[in-house]
């Protein structure tokens, strides 16, 4: 049976005013309904790392719309920004093998514990209270597995994580909304060249 990881994120956010939260994100458009609901609980940093993303000048793009964004937008608490290394070539042997894989299967999947971990370590090593990822507010990604991961770098890392389905009540739909209304960039392909690749 799935787990409702909506209804779970809105019993925790019951208990939340202030603490800090160390939120993955892959681009402006994805977190831009994310950091609008989340930054009323917590203290938002957002984390990107997305060594997946390619070309460079993709990756590069998608950094400047996410600084943009959190610049313009208005939350109760300040959100900040931390970019770490790129990684590419990490990503690519992560995921040798699985070129071929269908989108949104194994390969992806490999990507998620990528950045998730990354995500998780920085938190623990930084006295983060909890981390998250932004991943799930599209339709294309796997809400289940990515909690899935969660949970197990939560117990691995011993910090807690944000269980969420951020597509849930309109989410993506509200992020459509709010990329037209701040004028961001959305792009056409996740971000690997794999991905691009099955883009019609």
Not at 134 to 147: D, F
Not at 178 to 191: A, F, H, P, T, V
């Amino acid at each position: 049976m799935k787990e409702n990881y909506q209804k779970i994120m809105e019993e925790m956010l019951k208990n939340i005013d202030g603490q800090t939260l160390l939120l993955h994100s892959c681009c402006a458009p994805c977190s831009s309904y994310v950091i609008g609901l989340l930054s009323n609980y917590f203290k938002i940093t957002i984390f990107y790392y997305n060594p997946n993303i390619s070309p460079y000048e993709e990756y590069q793009k998608r950094v400047e719309e996410q600084i943009r964004f959190i610049n313009e937008l208005d939350t109760k608490y300040k959100v900040d920004f931390i970019e770490v290394d790129y990684e590419h070539e990490e990503f690519l042997n992560i995921v040798e093998g699985l070129e071929n894989e269908k989108e949104g299967g194994k390969r992806c999947f490999k990507c998620y514990h990528q950045r998730l971990e990354k995500t998780a370590e920085f938190a623990k090593a930084n006295k983060y209270d909890y981390f998250c990822t932004t991943l799930s507010v599209s339709p294309y990604k796997n809400a289940q597995k990515l909690n899935e991961i969660g949970k197990l770098l939560e117990e691995q890392y011993n910090i807690k994580y944000l269980y969420s389905d951020f597509k849930k009540n309109d989410g993506y739909k509200k992020s459509i909304e709010l990329s037209k209304e701040y004028n961001l960039y959305r792009q056409d392909y996740c971000g690997c060249k794999y991905s691009k690749n099955t883009v019609k």
